[in-house]
């Protein structure tokens, strides 16, 4: 069914706002500290799973779709977008009641670590508001304006669901030394 022009303004304009919502919100989160007697230590391996979980997606939605298969790329981008949607409120809520965890290495690993997280962070903050309007390309049935933004959407996707647990297994030993 090929969506109206007005539909498709309302999709874009919903990832618009949704994009900068979420990017105000964290972008403001290290400001906001709500106290609660809930221990969410576990999360951040939960972040590090939902990120491995969608790059492990994200591959299978490409092979879908590389052989031809556009049904079950679109379920596996849904899913790869619910996954992304899931870390993010995971995260907020961590990084808005949990105390800061510094990197507690020292020798060669520090600068790999701030150079892996510089780019992870920078990435993250670039793709998502890419991830939106790239579905709504897919979902509008716009294919060549998807194809052409998939094509730079999915590897920055793709490495930042990667280098997220990489960041995380990197911080790991510094979460006992921190408390």
Not at 105 to 116: A, D, Q
Request: aromatic share 12%; net charge positive; glycine share 4%.
């Amino acid at each position: 069914m090929p969506w109206s022009a007005k539909a498709i303004r309302r999709f874009n304009l919903a990832a618009g706002v949704i994009s900068t919502l979420a990017l105000v919100v964290v972008a403001s989160m290290r400001r906001i500290h709500f106290e609660t007697s809930i221990d969410f230590s576990f999360l951040p391996a939960i972040h590090s799973s939902l990120n491995a979980l969608c790059a492990g997606v994200l591959l299978m939605a490409i092979y879908q779709i590389k052989h031809g298969k556009v049904s079950a790329h679109k379920r596996l981008m849904t899913l790869a977008l619910i996954l992304s949607a899931c870390f993010l409120v995971s995260y907020v809520v961590y990084h808005t009641t949990a105390s800061e965890v510094r990197f507690c290495r020292e020798g060669w690993i520090r600068p790999v670590y701030f150079t892996l997280l510089i780019t992870h962070v920078v990435l993250a903050a670039a793709v998502f508001p890419m991830i939106l309007f790239t579905y709504v390309r897919g979902l509008t049935l716009q294919v060549e304006a998807h194809r052409r933004l998939a094509k730079y959407t999915f590897p920055i996707w793709l490495y930042v669901c990667v280098s997220g647990p990489i960041c995380y297994l990197l911080l790991r030993p510094c979460f006992v030394v921190n408390l």
